[in-house]
C-alpha cells in the first residue's frame, strides 16, 4: 500500500489550535470548493534544462481566490512510518488601488484628463480596468491613452490614464479596478464656467463705483 498525502490546516476553534484535514490523496474533505489537490510529476532541474521525473510526485495544494482569511498554516502530511509532514505559512497581503489626486477634478470643456491610480501589493501581471461610470472605458479610441507600469522594488503597480478633447459627456465617476484589489473612484465634472470675473465686471459696468464697505460674490456654474 502507498503512503497517502494529506493537506491539513492549522485552525483556531474557540480558542484552540486544532488540525482541520483538507485532503488525502485525491479526496477533498473541506466543502469550501476553493481548495483542490493537484497530483503531478516533479519538476527536476538540471544544469541543461528541466525536465519531468514521472518516478516523483508533487502533490499540490491549490486556493482559488485567496482571501485574508486564509492565511495561516498549513500542514503537508505522508502516512509513512515514522510520519512525515512539512509546514508552510502563508501570509496573504492585500492589494488596494488609490486614486492620487482630489476626491472630485474640475476641467474645462475641450481640455485634457489625467488620472493615476496606484496599486500596492500588486503582482507583476495583473491588468487595472478603467471604468467611465458602469462602462469599461475603450483604450482603442482615438482620444484615450492608458499606460500601465509595475515597480519590482516596491510591488506597486501604477495605471495612468488620458483623455484629450473633454466633453460633458466625459463627467462622472471614473473607477480604476484590479483583480484582488478594492476599486478606487474619482468624480470629474467637465464644463464649469466661473463667472467670478464677469460679476465683478458687470458690477463695475452698472455702478460705477469703488468702495472698501461693499463685498463682491463670486459664482460657481457647474454643468453635468
Known sequence: MFPMVS??????????????ILTTGL???????RFSVL??????????????????????LQIKFVQPRDAGVYECQVSTEPRI?????????????????P?????????????TCLVSQAVEHATVFWYHDLNVIDESQSIVRIDQNFDFTMATMT??????????????????????AD??????????????NTVIQEFHKNFR???AGFRYHCALLLNY
Open 39 to 60: 497530483q503531478r510529476p516533479t519538476m527536476e532541474y538540471s544544469s541543461l534544462s528541466p525536465a519531468l521525473d514521472h518516478s516523483l510526485t508533487d502533490w499540490v
Open 183 to 196: 476599486p478606487a473612484s474619482t468624480m470629474v465634472h467637465v464644463n464649469i464656467q466661473l463667472l467670478c
Open 7 to 20: 493537506w491539513i490546516r492549522q485552525r483556531e476553534i474557540n480558542g484552540i489550535v486544532r488540525p482541520v
Open 209 to 211: 463705483f469703488q468702495s
Open 85 to 101: 509532514s512539512e509546514n508552510f505559512h502563508l501570509n496573504v497581503v492585500e492589494s488596494k488601488a488609490k486614486m492620487i489626486g
Open 159 to 180: 495605471s495612468r490614464l488620458r483623455i484629450n478633447n473633454l466633453q460633458s459627456a466625459h463627467s462622472g465617476n471614473y473607477t480604476c479596478l484590479t483583480t484582488a
Open 27 to 33: 479526496f477533498t474533505y473541506t466543502s469550501d470548493q
Open 103 to 115: 476626491a472630485d477634478v474640475y476641467v474645462k470643456q475641450g481640455s485634457t484628463l489625467g488620472l
